[in-house]
């Protein structure tokens, strides 16, 4: 708990847990040692969402940003590849079209972005069951290529507030603590308001966002494969963290900070 206050605390930018990770990876890998044996080919995977709810503002944020991180004048990679690990990135909800698959981008879109959670649930059930399936396919994806060590990482305008009422509701840590800046705590309220009590799964359908579910069963898939996790301070991948460890304990067994 106090770790899930210390990343509220600390929140990052859309993409400033970029620098966090390739460090921590980078000193696992050298280290070559951690838990039960070592480092074998590490995967950072990057999934991808729009939130309805933010929208009017920010469009085209995340679509822009991926177009640029894919581009071929992007040394994003290649910062990652120095050290020894492979980054990708997964679209399961961006506001946008994208025209193909390459070697560092795939395409899981479920749908164009979630609802606007301020009027109605961000997503059907299914819908969440779909993410949540790319994440797993993912991580089965890269355990097919020999890797043990996986890092997950989030991109997606408007995430904040998802992610904050998911960890208002899993940890009971006060609303206010958990919200983003532009939201009240009355404005949250009457979210919740609307979302009836049930399941991890169902809660996420509630609240989004797709790119949390995706984490999430990427997550649930990883502790399956015994792979060793990294977490980073990024509140999005708190919220899938602990949204896995309600459906399956295990999964607290499997993480790095």
């Known amino acids: 708990m106090a770790w899930v206050h210390q990343q509220l605390k600390n929140r990052k930018g859309q993409a400033g847990w970029i620098d966090e990770l390739v460090s921590a990876l980078t000193d696992l890998t050298r280290q070559k040692e951690l838990m039960a044996g070592p480092v ?11 939130h309805g709810w933010k929208q009017e503002t920010d469009p085209t944020t995340s679509y822009r940003l991926i177009q640029q991180l894919i581009g071929d004048d992007n040394h994003v990679f290649d910062q990652y590849r120095r ?15 994208f025209a ?19 009027e109605a649930a961000a997503m059907e059930l299914f819908e969440c069951e779909a993410a949540m399936d790319a994440g797993r ?17 989030t991109l997606g ?22 919200l983003p800046e532009e939201i009240t705590p009355a404005e949250a309220e009457a979210i919740l308001s609307r979302a009836e009590a049930g399941t991890a799964d169902e809660l996420l359908a509630q609240t989004g966002g797709l790119e949390i579910a995706a984490v999430a069963g990427g997550l649930l898939q990883a502790a399956e494969n015994e792979m060793h996790v990294l977490l980073t301070g990024n509140t999005c991948i708190v919220a899938a963290f602990l949204l896995a460890c309600a459906t399956n304990p295990a999964v607290a067994e499997r993480y790095l900070l």
Do not use: M, W
């Not at 193909?100 to 301020?118: C, L, S, Y």
């Not at 208002?168 to 206010?176: F, N, V, Y």
């Open 40 to 50: 074998a080919n590490a995967h950072v995977l990057v999934f991808a969402g729009d």
């Open 83 to 97: 050290n020894g690990l492979t980054l990708l990135l997964c679209d399961v909800g961006v506001q946008g079209t």
């Open 100 to 118: 193909e698959n390459t070697p560092v981008f795939v395409k899981f879109k479920v749908r164009p972005a979630t609802n606007d959670i301020r």
């Open 137 to 153: 396919t993912l991580v089965n994806g890269v355990a097919y290529r020999d890797c043990n060590t996986v890092g997950f990482g």
């Open 157 to 178: 305008a408007g995430s904040g507030l998802p992610a904050g009422l998911l960890i208002h509701q899993l940890t009971g840590i006060p609303l206010a603590a958990c």
